[in-house]
């Protein structure tokens, strides 16, 4: 069998039946053969992964399942696993909750082999928090249809938060062989991060393709995340190494940083605590807010402002949702009376 071209790399415990939904849209997608492999990286699932995989893997040759002799002390880890594990040229991380759309697959494939033609760099990013935030209209290159960038500043203020979720990773297959100190940043829970920017320190351009690529499947988590802590502490710090090594510049983190606040905390927490969606904790909320931002003055005005603002939203939108379906319903029942009647 050839080196393929891609690898698409999948770490996952107990989740066998996003799993399978995310599995099943790569093989059925146009451009799955040879050149592609999926690898499975199963953290010690105690649910039915591992029949599920060794199913796929009786069935395809390219399709490759690993499970660990025991769990990984941090769950983390097992990225690495997935990514060293593949055989492709270009690998990247896939989340076992990411479906593939119809045309991703072959978008991927074109794309990978016009980069190896020419010797571009590439990244694929599915933006899930910034469409309506960013601007990057000066980045965009018509003659290549993608966002290019010449410096990790540039890449930064193109991608921003994006790089946190592990669907958006990828590279060569020996640049990631070749990066140092894998887990320095595994405490942080953003690897991820951490590799990509450090390959853009290494890399002198990189052709940026945004699109929405995937489908999500919503799952429930077996512990909360402190997705405020999480971004004020753990991935600002990321920036903050990367600002004391003078590898991006002053205003690059703190535009990060107020990004970070404006476009997603505030949003996704209001949203999910309006919502009482119980995937995130909410303890410490302003705490953790304020050790962070309590010098800048706009977190006051994100505070006192924007946060009752954003409340208000989520809460009339919740509410006119279900004006709506009741409506809808009462709407449905009298036409079917009617026509049952007639």
């Given at each position: 069998?050839?080196?393929p071209?891609?690898?698409?790399?999948i770490p996952t415990?107990?989740?066998?039946?996003?799993?399978?939904q995310t599995?099943?849209?790569?093989?059925?997608s146009?451009?799955?053969?040879?050149?592609?492999e999926?690898v499975i990286?199963d953290?010690c699932?105690t649910d039915d992964?591992e029949?599920?995989c060794?199913d796929?893997?009786n069935?395809y040759?390219?399709?490759?399942?690993?499970?660990q002799l025991?769990?990984t002390?941090i769950?983390?880890?097992?990225?690495i696993?997935?990514?060293?594990?593949?055989?492709?040229?270009?690998?990247?991380?896939?989340?076992?909750?990411?479906p593939?759309?119809?045309n991703?697959l072959?978008f991927f494939?074109?794309?990978?082999?016009?980069?190896?033609?020419d010797?571009r760099?590439?990244?694929?990013?599915?933006d899930?928090?910034?469409k309506?935030?960013?601007?990057?209209e000066?980045?965009?290159?018509k003659k290549?249809?993608?966002?290019?960038?010449?410096n990790?500043?540039?890449?930064?203020?193109?991608?921003?938060t994006?790089?946190t979720?592990i669907?958006n990773f990828?590279c060569?297959?020996?640049q990631?062989?070749a990066i140092?100190d894998?887990?320095r940043?595994?405490k942080?829970?953003?690897?991820?991060v951490?590799?990509?920017?450090?390959l853009r320190?290494?890399?002198n351009?990189t052709?940026?393709?945004?699109d929405?690529f995937?489908?999500?499947?919503?799952?429930?988590?077996?512990?909360?995340?402190d997705f405020v802590r999480?971004?004020?502490?753990?991935y600002l710090?990321?920036?903050?190494?990367?600002?004391?090594?003078?590898?991006?510049?002053?205003?690059?983190?703190?535009?990060?940083?107020?990004r970070?606040?404006?476009n997603?905390?505030?949003?996704?927490?209001?949203?999910?605590?309006v919502s009482?969606n119980?995937?995130?904790s909410?303890?410490?909320?302003?705490?953790s807010?304020?050790?962070?931002?309590r010098?800048n003055?706009?977190?006051?005005?994100?505070?006192y402002v924007?946060?009752?603002c954003?409340?208000v939203?989520?809460?009339?939108?919740?509410?006119?949702?279900?004006?709506?379906q009741?409506?809808?319903?009462?709407?449905y029942?009298?036409i079917?009376?009617?026509v049952?009647?007639k």
């Amino acid at each position: 069998m050839n080196m393929p071209l891609l690898s698409i790399c999948i770490p996952t415990y107990n989740r066998s039946e996003s799993l399978l939904q995310t599995v099943e849209s790569i093989i059925n997608s146009d451009g799955f053969d040879e050149k592609v492999e999926i690898v499975i990286s199963d953290n010690c699932s105690t649910d039915d992964t591992e029949q599920i995989c060794r199913d796929y893997t009786n069935k395809y040759n390219n399709v490759k399942y690993y499970r660990q002799l025991k769990p990984t002390n941090i769950a983390d880890e097992n990225f690495i696993d997935a990514l060293s594990f593949a055989t492709g040229k270009y690998i990247k991380l896939n989340n076992d909750t990411a479906p593939f759309k119809a045309n991703t697959l072959q978008f991927f494939l074109n794309k990978i082999q016009e980069s190896l033609a020419d010797g571009r760099q590439l990244l694929f990013i599915a933006d899930i928090h910034h469409k309506k935030f960013i601007s990057r209209e000066k980045f965009y290159n018509k003659k290549i249809k993608a966002y290019l960038t010449e410096n990790l500043d540039d890449f930064i203020d193109i991608v921003s938060t994006s790089v946190t979720w592990i669907t958006n990773f990828g590279c060569w297959k020996e640049q990631f062989t070749a990066i140092v100190d894998k887990k320095r940043f595994i405490k942080a829970s953003f690897m991820q991060v951490d590799w990509t920017l450090k390959l853009r320190t290494e890399i002198n351009s990189t052709s940026i393709y945004i699109d929405d690529f995937y489908d999500t499947i919503n799952v429930r988590k077996t512990n909360k995340v402190d997705f405020v802590r999480v971004h004020c502490n753990r991935y600002l710090s990321i920036y903050k190494f990367y600002l004391e090594q003078k590898l991006i510049k002053k205003e690059t983190f703190e535009r990060e940083k107020k990004r970070t606040l404006f476009n997603v905390i505030l949003p996704i927490t209001t949203a999910a605590k309006v919502s009482k969606n119980d995937f995130y904790s909410f303890e410490g909320f302003f705490c953790s807010l304020k050790e962070e931002y309590r010098d800048n003055l706009y977190f006051y005005y994100a505070i006192y402002v924007l946060l009752p603002c954003y409340i208000v939203y989520w809460t009339l939108r919740r509410v006119l949702r279900k004006m709506i379906q009741k409506i809808s319903y009462v709407l449905y029942l009298k036409i079917a009376k009617t026509v049952n009647g007639k």
